[in-house]
Nanobody, 122 residues
Framework: QVHLVESGGGLVQPGGSLRVSCAASGSIFRLNAMGWYRQAPGKQRELVATVTSGGNTNYADSVKGRFTISRDNAKKTVYLQMNSLNPEDTAVYYC????????????????WGQGTQVTVSS
């Protein structure tokens, strides 16, 4: 099986910074695109940023210039560096990964982490 484990969430003041991480483990043949989504109370889950296995990135307009996504393929880990945080960034942040699992040919499956709470408040 495959697991995505997030870490690094917490409480931060407006204007502050935080980094969240997500490590993939298990029967991974190939780790394709990884990304972060978030869901605020009463709102739908939305894309924050994605990064391909080759390092190409994509960001939501609301976080461009403030957030940076990166990955360490050797560690099977994706990071989200969040700067200039504001209260509107408060949400549960979910890691997402598209993975080819050992023993399932070349079929790609989508996996989610359990989520980590990020709260921006003074």
């Amino acid at each position: 099986q495959v697991h995505l484990v997030e870490s690094g969430g917490g409480l931060v003041q407006p204007g502050g910074s935080l980094r969240v991480s997500c490590a993939a483990s298990g029967s991974i043949f190939r780790l394709n695109a990884m990304g972060w989504y978030r869901q605020a109370p009463g709102k739908q889950r939305e894309l924050v940023a994605t990064v391909t296995s080759g390092g190409n990135t994509n960001y939501a307009d609301s976080v461009k210039g403030r957030f940076t996504i990166s990955r360490d393929n050797a560690k099977k880990t994706v990071y989200l560096q969040m700067n200039s945080l504001n209260p509107e960034d408060t949400a549960v942040y979910y890691c997402n990964a598209r993975i080819v699992v050992i023993g399932r040919g070349l079929t790609e499956s989508e996996y989610w982490g359990q989520g980590t709470q990020v709260t921006v408040s003074s």
